[in-house]
Structures are given as structure tokens and as C-alpha cells.
């Protein structure tokens, strides 16, 4: 009897923040709806902090209300999010109150299965927010976001595996944002896990694709024992995005492993996001094919533009070289972080600091905020002279410990700063919205009653002064913490 | 000790052959040349069936020429041809004397190593090519189509690639030319060949991207123990056409398996083409995703524009699916040919005939060859009743012979009218122009002073009447034998 491999449809999530910039309007994926229900996946990940902020920022549609609607739709799937631990889908560590109240509104809306990740690893910013989803009867999806580095080990991984089981999660997710995950450590992290862990832990693998080897490290990761993966349909993968849906089911024939997709169900929807693909041309990604450089660099693509548009906007793009020299330099430094959303960014920045003023003359808030631990703990040691330097220049003092342990209860605060707001409905779920993101929402609330735009159906309707996606397409954008 | 994986790069011949029409002109490919020779590939591809047409039907190219200027340009690399056996590089059989010439001169002119392949699998039909491959002294690689069907099994690739063993060949070729390799079969055949000619036997793959699987086919048929793949360089890779050659170096990285490729040469490659890839936009493959309808339907898709647009002219496209339902049954009654270039047309053509004038009423001339094997003997038992259609409406008994041994002595002939041509500079090689192609060399000849044309660089030197290059873009197009 072959092995069941399930899998994750990302179409709903990952695949259009991916390729189109997370401008998918809940209408166009509406008729999708009932075949991705009916075609077999183990879940279907359809909500995060990217599509959460794109519904308000550029949609006018109420996130909640898409989910709801997805709870309707896709009735025999389990739904799937994105969660940031402490930082829920913001850009700043919340209170335990907030994360428990922010959780438990998700699964009484529909939410299942919760993959909660820490962009640092750091194991104490994904508790609460997995203790939560655990209370609330749901999946709690413990996270390890994969890098490389001279100090990312097997071994490390493992380690962090155990203390998530720990935590209670029912499952460990392998989450490999930037295509940096070969088909060895591929292989390797996942058996080293499960030897560890037990066979019965489920491990679900999460890869892009946009350095073409990590469809061969999801078969990798199967043959290891992997339980569930990650695709998208195939009219919206490939690039930035997700290994075809298609190719998976195909690529398992003949071997021990099988997944139980319907293939005409997944034609169906191939066909529908095919049509609706070109739609939102203006949004797409003009990456059509691989990236392989980002192996030696260690810097991902979104990261290079951004900070050659940061050189360029002080006239100084000509020294990009020398900033793709500083980041490896700056990363070790501030102890070897994971390169995502907000981690990129802020070492990215302050390289680009770093050429254009003199090693280390200026930090920014945010990169001197790392190296105080304010964002969590990082697996290398971060030098003690930049903590120092981090130390005068913040007028803050170095922390150890988790982040969260500092904020002072907030709830009621930004249930009255919300309810007081113009627009807003009064439920828990408002609150939630504009807790998430104090700038956005206000607008948000005071033009919901017009209805969601749709910027594929009528792209004059996208609001000029809204700001461009960020770099990162995994973990949204904007403002840091 | 990790082993070494070789690899053949196939930029200069099949990968802008599949992802842009084959009309790459010599002057864009010269620059990367000297990166591409001490890059380390083991073999370079650079000439074919259809480089040789576009040199002369739309480049004004000699195709000689360019073959000579590639020996200059890559003194470190084995120069590699794809040779489609007693057919050579045209659409017909040419008689043996031919083939010998023919081989000679590539030899001559610097070709070292020489893919030989049938469409059919008929081993009758490359056995002179092999023969003078060896007698030239070079490397003569016998060639496996691999197609799918409920006839072709292990057991019957183990035993051709042991007749091409037996006929002097100095490695197998594994060409999946429609991308239907599936990991799985591709481990079980190399596995198998290996077992039954030994692990000294150089096995070579080639696969092209389209389905989205092969990548992992290729770490397959590697651990199946395949000495050598066949990749592009990334920047004009996947889509129809084939593996990056830089994601293969890295997916390879901490298995028991190394490539000996320099990565920085393959980076200057790469940045190379990305720039060269836009001035033939109007020639590039629309398509960048992938498709697996192909693995049920098992009708490539450039089959299906082609039937399409027959289907159009006679203002019947709403039959399309008829068509495509009577695909199967038609080739089941050829006796189930791989569907390649001729083989796809035929079928196709036969198919449609049949959906609008009922099944087998009127058959072309070239199914009626198939059929009373003209082309070659078939993996299937033919039908007997359309043997005989076939017989009565072409007027012409069926062979089991070799179709060569029909042909008499041709050379003196194709000289003495190649000679005649306006134009000709009297070489055999010249005459070998002719014989290929004699519809389209006499007027190559006749404005071969004019020098190449870069339709990149110039689009508007694009010959108006030139006919557009046929669906397949494996093995050439234009009129069959
Ligand atoms: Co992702
Ligand atoms: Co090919």
C-alpha cells in the first residue's frame, strides 16, 4: 500500500501574495471554491498577514468577512493560516491578551489549522499563541523557519522540533521561504526529526520555488517521512512562487507515495485561476524563471531591489556591490538571523547604512532594536560592541528576555481606540483589525459600507496613494514593530 | 568520494530551439562561448535538425559555417549533434552512401559527439549513422525516445539500449522529448539498463521542463546511476524547454553526487542570455508554467495547436475534442509510435481527417506510409484493415524491410543538382545543404553573400514569406519524408 501524501493548496493564500502582490479579490476566488473543497487536500491555506492587510489597505474588503466566507465555501477542508506568532499578522509584539483573543476569534470563525512562526526562531514569541490555538481545540503548527548559516545545524532544528512538541504543537511545519532548501537537508531534517520526534509526528514541508531544485526536495522530504507539502494549482506557481499542485500528483506515480487529489478537480481549477491570472497582469511577478544566486549570497531577490532603490534614492547606485559585501557582515553580527520579513529588511537597511556612513555610524531603530534582543533572541551571539554602540544610540537598555514579558496589558485600550472609530461595528473582530493595523483600518471602516473592489476587475479603482507591497512577499510589509 | 555528474549544455541548440523558434543567430552566441567552454560541461550541444533549416530558411546562415566557428570558439568542449538516423537532419530516408558522407563532413568539421535517434525506435534506422560514427573515429551515442504506452515497458528499453550496445555505441541516450518521464520510470530504466550492460555504460538523460517533474526525474535517474544530464543554462531554461543548469549544480549539493561545473563561469553565462532572451521576444514561448494534461491525453501540446488550427481552416475548431478523443485510437492502430516529430503530425492529421470525413475514409500520404511502414517498423502490431486502406488508397505494398534498403545509390545525383544550384561553392558540404533541404537551399545559396541576418538585433530581415516554424520544436517541422 503506497503512502498517502497530503498536501496543502496554497492558491488562497500564498500563491497570488507570491506572484500578483496579494491582490486577489474574494470574488474572483469564489468560484474555485467548491473544487478545491471536493479535490481532496489535507487543508487550504487562505488566510495571513499579507492577505489580511491587502483586504483593508487595497480591497475594502473585511478580512473576517473572507473568512467567514471561506468557512461557507469550503466546507469538508480544514482552513489554514500564516500566524507571526507574538506578532499575530502585525508588525509589532503583542500582549498575551491580544494573541489569546486574536486566536480565539480566528477559530470561531472558521480557522483550523494555525502555522504559527517566529521570523527569529525564537521559540518564546510562538508560545502563546500556540497555547492558545491548542485551548481553542484547534491544529497548532509549530514552525521552523529554515536558513543557512555557518551555525544552523540538523541538530538545531531538531532541537527547536522538540521544545515546539513540547509546546503541544500537533504538527511541525519545515517552512523554507526564500528556496534555500536542498534536497539533503531536505532529507536530512526531516528524518533527523522524526527519529527523534517519533514516526507519528505529522511534518508538513513549505518551499518556494524560485531556485528550481525544491520540488526535487519535496520528494526528498517524502522519501524522509514528510506527511503533507505545500503547492499552488499550476496557473498561479512556479517563479516566487510554489511548485505546481499537478506536478506533485504526477511526480509520485510509480513511487511508494501517493496523494489522493482529484485530477479533474485540479484541471478545473487550473483552468478558472488561468483565466482570472491575467487579470491582474499589473500585479504580476515578471520572475518567470530561477534564481540561483541567492545560494552563495544568502540575500533574497526582494531584498536586493529593496536596497537598491535605497542606494538609488540617494544617488548612490552605483555602490551595490559593496552593500551585497556588508550584509553577510551585518547578519553574522546581529547573530546570524533568518533573512525574512522584518529580519531582511532591517539587516538589509542597515548595510546600506553602513556603506553610505561608515560601518556602524548610524543604526537604525529597528536594526538597533535586533541587536537588543527586542526583537527575540537570535541563534548566533550578537557582537557586544554593536549591542553597545545599539545600546547609546537607542538609550535602551539590552534585553533577554521574551519580548512580550515587557508590555503591560493593552486590551482595553485598543478596544476603546478601535470602538471609537468612525465606522466601526463594535465586535472583538474590529478591534482585532485595527489592532493589527492602527493606520489602515481607520480609513478601512470609514469606507467599508462601499464594498470590496475588485483592482483585477477594475484596476482604476486601486486608491493612488497607497503605498507599494513591500519586498518580501511571505510576510507582508510596511512598518517594522 | 562523491561521483561526478556530467552535464551536456543545451543553449546553443535546443533550448532557444524550444523556448524561441530556433532562431538564435550565431553572432548572440559567440560572446558566451569562451565561459561556456571552460565551464567544464562534458559535452556542448550546439547543432541539430532544425539549427540547420533555421540557418538556412531564416538566418542566412551557414550552417557549415557555424559548426566550424563553434570548433574555434570551444577548443576544450566535446561539440554534441542530434542525428535523426537514416533520416539525418532532413524529412526523408536517405540512402546509406549519404548518411556516410554526411557523418564524415560533421566529423570534418569539428562534431564530436553524435546523438543518434529514430523516431520510431526502429534500430534499422540509426544503425549506418552509428556505423559511421564509429569509422569517423567519434563518440556515437544511440538514443532511446521514451514515450508512454500500454506496450513500452522497462523490459523493452533494456533490450534497445542493449541492441544499440551491440551495434558499437559508446553511450545510451534517454530522450524524453515531451517531458513524460516521471521520476519513478526514469530511476527503473537507468537502474535497469545499468544491471543488464553494466555500470561502465555511459547513460545519458535528456528531459525538457514542461511538466514540472523531470527536475526530480533527473535526481532519479543520478541515483539510478545516469553519468551525464542534459540542462540549460537559466536564463533560457523550463517552459517548454529544459532544467537550469545552475539549479542542477545546487540540488546536487551534500548528495553522494557532484557536477564539476563552475559556477561562476555558468553566472556569466546566464547574465549573458538574460540579456540576449528579450530582443527575440517576438519568437519566445508564451509559455512559463507548466503543463501536465499531456501525462492523460498523452498529446504534446504543439500536437494540439497543430490540429487546432487544421481544425480552424476547415471551420471545425468546435471538434477539437472529437480530435483529441481520436488521438489515442489512431495511434493504437500505427501500433502505438512515440508522438514526436514526424510521428505527432501524422497522427494528428489522421486524427483529424478522421473526426471530419469518418475514420479512415480518406488517409494522408504520409499515415498510409506509416502504416505500410515507410517510416520504419512500429513497437505495436499495425492494424490489419488500415494496412489495407492504406494499401489501396496509396497503391503501394507494405515493407518489413529497412525503408533504405528500398533507396538506390543518391549521392552522384544529389551532387550533380546541388552543383548546378546558383550559388553553390561546389563543396560537399554544399551538396549535403542540398540534400537536407532542397526546397529551401537554392535559395540560400543564391543570398548566402549577403551574410547572416540577426532577426534579434533586426526584426524586420525577417523574410515575409517564410513559412512559421512547425508545432514540435524537438526535431524540426516542415514536410515529412
Ligand atoms: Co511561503
Ligand atoms: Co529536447
Chains 1, 2 share one sequence.
Request: contains cysteine; proline residues 6%; hydrophobic residues 35%.
Amino acid at each position: 500500500m503506497p503512502k498517502t501524501i497530503e498536501v496543502t493548496e496554497l492558491i488562497l493564500r500564498d500563491a497570488h501574495q507570491s506572484l500578483m502582490a496579494t491582490r486577489m479579490a474574494m470574488e474572483d476566488m469564489v468560484p474555485a471554491c467548491e473544487d478545491i473543497d471536493k479535490a481532496g487536500y489535507w487543508s487550504v491555506e487562505c488566510w495571513g498577514g499579507a492577505t489580511f492587510d491587502s483586504c483593508i489597505r487595497f480591497l475594502n474588503e473585511d478580512p473576517w468577512d473572507r473568512l467567514r466566507k471561506f468557512r461557507k465555501l469550503l466546507p469538508n477542508s480544514r482552513l489554514q493560516m500564516l500566524l507571526r506568532g507574538q506578532n499575530l499578522l502585525g508588525y509589532r509584539h503583542y500582549e498575551d491578551e491580544v494573541v489569546d483573543r486574536f486566536v480565539d476569534k480566528a477559530a470561531e470563525n472558521g480557522m483550523d489549522v494555525f502555522r504559527v512562526f517566529d521570523a527569529l526562531n525564537d521559540i518564546r514569541n510562538v508560545r502563546q499563541a500556540i497555547k492558545a490555538v491548542k485551548k481553542a481545540g484547534k491544529h497548532a503548527q509549530g514552525t521552523i523557519c529554515y536558513t543557512v548559516s555557518p551555525l544552523h545545524t540538523v541538530t538545531g532544528y531538531v532541537e527547536m522540533a522538540e521544545q515546539l512538541v513540547d509546546l503541544g504543537c500537533d504538527s511541525i511545519c519545515i517552512k523554507d521561504m526564500a528556496a534555500l532548501l536542498k534536497p539533503q537537508p531536505a532529507y536530512d531534517i526531516v528524518k533527523a526529526i522524526k527519529e527523534a520526534c517519533g514516526e507519528e509526528l505529522r511534518i508538513h514541508v513549505h518551499v518556494h520555488a524560485t531556485t528550481g531544485v525544491t520540488m526535487v526536495s519535496l520528494m526528498k522530504a517524502i522519501e524522509a517521512g514528510a506527511d503533507c507539502v505545500d503547492t499552488a494549482i499550476s496557473s498561479l506557481s512556479l517563479g516566487p512562487g510554489h511548485n505546481p499542485t499537478e506536478s506533485l500528483v504526477e511526480m509520485l506515480e510509480g513511487t511508494p507515495y501517493v496523494t489522493k487529489l482529484d485530477k479533474s478537480r485540479l484541471l478545473k481549477v487550473k483552468e478558472y485561476f488561468a483565466g482570472i491570472r491575467p487579470r491582474y497582469k499589473e500585479y504580476l511577478s515578471n520572475i518567470t524563471g530561477v534564481e540561483t544566486e541567492i545560494f552563495d549570497s544568502q540575500i533574497p531577490g526582494g531584498m536586493i531591489s529593496n536596497m537598491e532603490s535605497q542606494l538609488k534614492q540617494q544617488g548612490a547606485a552605483d555602490r551595490l556591490k559593496e552593500v551585497l559585501c556588508e550584509v553577510p557582515r551585518v547578519r553574522k553580527d546581529a547573530g546570524y538571523p533568518p533573512l525574512v520579513t522584518p529580519s531582511s529588511q532591517i539587516v538589509g537597511t542597515q548595510a546600506v547604512f553602513n556603506v553610505m556612513m561608515g560601518r556602524y555610524k548610524v543604526l537604525t531603530g529597528e536594526f538597533a532594536d535586533l541587536m537588543l534582543g527586542y526583537y527575540g533572541t537570535t541563534l548566533g551571539q550578537r557582537d557586544p560592541e554593536v549591542i553597545n554602540l545599539a545600546h547609546k544610540q537607542a538609550r535602551k537598555n539590552p534585553i533577554t528576555c521574551r519580548p512580550a514579558d515587557l508590555l503591560k496589558p493593552e486590551w482595553d485600550q485598543l478596544r476603546s481606540s478601535g470602538l471609537a472609530l468612525k465606522g466601526c461595528n463594535g465586535s472583538d473582530e474590529d478591534v482585532l483589525t485595527y489592532a493589527m493595523f492602527p493606520q489602515v483600518a481607520p480609513k478601512f471602516f470609514s469606507t467599508r459600507q462601499e464594498g470590496p473592489k475588485n483592482l483585477g476587475k477594475d484596476p482604476s479603482a486601486k486608491p493612488a496613494a497607497a503605498p507599494a507591497p513591500g519586498g518580501n512577499a511571505e510576510t507582508g510589509k510596511g512598518p517594522v514593530m
